[in-house]
């Protein structure tokens, strides 16, 4: 049974940073069309990805509204990806889900895509604000 585990969530003001954890287990990282990463939820708003990176090649995809903030990373021997977010502002407040998203991906937009997404942590809160 494939579970994942966020921690690192919290509050942090207008240019800060944070930094999001995730521990998977119940699956191998090491298998085609898997991807593991982030998307996130504000209020009022559908699900939408952030960042993924995919747990064979390393690719990595990400939103245009993080580029050059967030940064993705994994680890395969700690069944670990974190996510260092950094000159946060109030739109980055949301819940932020960790996911592995299963293809095949056909485009790169398919890894941001909730509709690939095969498990879902229970999420954790991000609040930016004075």
């Known amino acids: 049974q494939v579970q994942l585990v966020e921690s690192g969530g919290g509050s942090a003001q207008p240019g800060g940073s944070l930094i999001l954890s995730c521990t998977a287990s119940?699956?191998?990282?090491?298998?085609?069309?898997?991807?593991i990463g982030w998307f996130r939820q504000a209020p009022g708003k559908e699900r939408a990805g952030v960042s993924c990176?995919?747990?064979?090649?390393?690719?990595?995809f990400e939103a245009n509204s993080v580029k050059d903030r967030f940064t993705i990373s994994i680890d395969k021997a700690k069944a670990t990806v974190n996510m260092h977010m950094q000159s946060l502002t109030p739109d980055d407040t949301a819940v932020y889900y960790c996911c592995v998203g299963r293809g095949p991906y056909y485009t790169d937009y398919d890894y941001l895509d909730p509709e690939y997404v095969a498990y879902w942590g229970r999420g954790t809160q991000v609040t930016v604000s004075t």
């Open positions: 990176v995919e747990t064979t090649d390393g690719n990595k």
């Open positions: 119940g699956f191998t990282f090491d298998v085609d069309d898997l991807a």
